[in-house]
Each structure stands twice: as C-alpha cells, then as structure tokens.
C-alpha cells in the first residue's frame, strides 16, 4: 500500500512541476519576449503603473493543478496526443471565456489582443498538458 502512494505521489508531483515549469518558461518567453510590443501598444491605456502578483500566481497553481486533472489524469492510460488535444480544448473554453469576456466589456481591448492571446492560450495549455503527462509517465508506468 505504502509503495503505491509513493508511487502515485512521485507522478503527480513530477506532472505538476513539469506543468507549471513549462508554462512559466512559456508565459515568460511570449509575455516577456514574442508579444510583449503587441500587448504594450494595443493595451497601453489598460495596463496598471505597478503590476499586482497575486492574482496571476493564484491563476497559474489553480490552472496547472487543473490541466493536470482534465488533461493528465484523465489521459494517464492514452497517447500523449490526448492529453494535448484535451489541453487545447481546456485553452479554447478558459482563454475564449477571458478574451471574449474581455473584448466585450472593456473599451479598448483590441480583436487584435483578443485573437492572439486566445490563440496563445490553446497553444500553452496544449503544450503544458502534454509536458505534463510526459512528466506522469517520466516516474515510470509500473509500480515495480
């Protein structure tokens, strides 16, 4: 018994710090490096002087922890194509509802930013959710 709880938890931590790793390496790549002029041009009159943390690091636990469930576990017995494209699916509905959200309700908020950012989040979570079951499937698929 005690063997198979240190097994299954060796998965889900290595699956989530695969996860969250990936996708704070990726964030920060298209945040920080690819989309930054987009963002800073289309939403300068949006953007805050002083950027508040704590709400995007909640973001990021409680989004890792769920693209783990949705998209790893759920798919801890298929290919690696199905956790990415229930990943994907997970980006399409969470960043559709932010962005479409977004676009209707705040002035300003561009389809240019609307469109990227959406199209960025399937992309992320897609590849979060595969980096992740890769990182399930990294401890080994066998309790021997």
Excluded: C, H
């Amino acid at each position: 018994m005690r063997e198979n709880i240190v097994y299954f938890a060796k998965n889900i931590v290595s699956s989530l710090v695969v996860i969250y790793l990936t996708f704070a390496i990726l964030d920060f790549l298209w945040l920080g490096v690819i989309a930054d002029n987009w963002y800073q041009t289309e939403m300068k009159s949006l953007m805050r002087n002083q950027v508040v943390t704590w709400p995007w690091l909640v973001f990021y636990l409680m989004y890792g922890g769920v693209v783990f469930v949705l998209a790893v576990v759920a798919n801890r017995d298929k290919s690696l194509l199905y956790a990415g494209i229930d990943g994907a699916l997970l980006g399409l509905a969470s960043y559709g509802a932010y962005n479409l959200t977004a676009y209707s309700i705040i002035d300003g908020f561009s389809v240019f930013i609307m469109a990227i950012d959406w199209i960025w989040g399937v992309f992320i979570t897609a590849s979060s959710a595969m980096a992740g079951w890769l990182g399930f499937r990294l401890v080994g698929t066998s309790k021997d």
